[in-house]
């Protein structure tokens, strides 16, 4: 479960009779750092959201580039900076579809990643890891009005983030989960991490009232019979056209803390993105999936974009626009957001926020670049 690297470290000092304690030491003094990265982000970029004010809600974007608990490739640990890529890449502008500018930190701001391989290469291990996951999605969402976006990654990830949500509001959440499996299994392959089991994980913890699988086509007889163990509602591709009106109309959250949003991206057929590990054809189209989020009512609190993988995608980063593209459509990313700009600056003063808040960022040399040639405003 752990990292080549982290494996063969850890062996070295084993065989060196390295104390025990030292290790731990070491590894919460990495932990303890990594956390205070994502804390310190957050807290400059809510503080700048605040500033500007207006803005109920501000999607904040959180990678967390874990592959290896996928069971059969690992790509997925590369997406997060293949997307950031693409929101920002020059073949596209940087307003949705609804009109949302993405250069405008009250729509869109970014903390970061969890520095997954660097904490699992000082032996870290699964549980200590998710915790860490959680914690820094708490982090985020301590920042009013800051909502976490959170990048994988393999879908492993949607546990300790729903997890964190749930713990963060006090209550469970509706969970809308787009897939082609339900990665519902008690324990694949004796993983209880695995990609494949985190939605029993949730249901287990009592983490969501309501889960609604949607673009399922791959279940095994394990995942129907989990699925009725939790009471799952599962929409499979073979009755999509007769669920079909349902799905574009779905009102979720009634009752509870909020709706979270899990969007793996071999939800889709793979005509339309197949940079994933597992092809599954007769999956939905694009616009399928827009008119399911676009035409939900929900207050969608937080939600992750999972299983992409780059090592697959077209060379021209098909599947990463594709990716991109699911960022900026209502309810998983701009539409529960609601803006009323009477944050009181002067046209200059506001300008000058919205500028300033690259001083601190990381970027891609690429997009630094961009910004030196004042070709990008925002990250």
Known sequence: MWAKRGIHYLHKLNAANVPASLIENGQKRVIDASLTLIRERAKLKGEL?????????STSLLGVPLG???????GPAFAPPRIREAIWCGSTNSTTEEGKELNDPRVLTDVGDVPVQEIRDCGVDDDRLMNIISDSVKLVMEEDPLRPLVLGGDHSISFPVVRAVSEKLGGPVDVLHLDAHPDIYHAFEGNKYSHASSFARIMEGGYARRLLQVGIRSITSEGREQGKKFGVEQYEMRTFSRDRHLLENLKLGEGVKGVYISLDIDCLDPAFAPGVSHIEPGGLSFRDVLNILHNL???????DVVEFNPQRDTVDGMTAMVAA?????????T??????YQSGLGEKEESDLLSSRHKCDAFPTFLALKIQAGLLLGT
């Open 49 to 57: 959201v605040r500033a500007l004010g207006g803005a109920v809600a």
């Open 68 to 74: 290896h608990n996928s069971s059969f490739l690992q």
């Open 297 to 303: 009512q929900a207050d969608v609190v937080a939600a």
């Open 325 to 333: 593209k699911l960022l900026t459509v209502p309810h998983l990313f």
């Open 335 to 340: 539409s529960f957001l609601y803006f009323v």
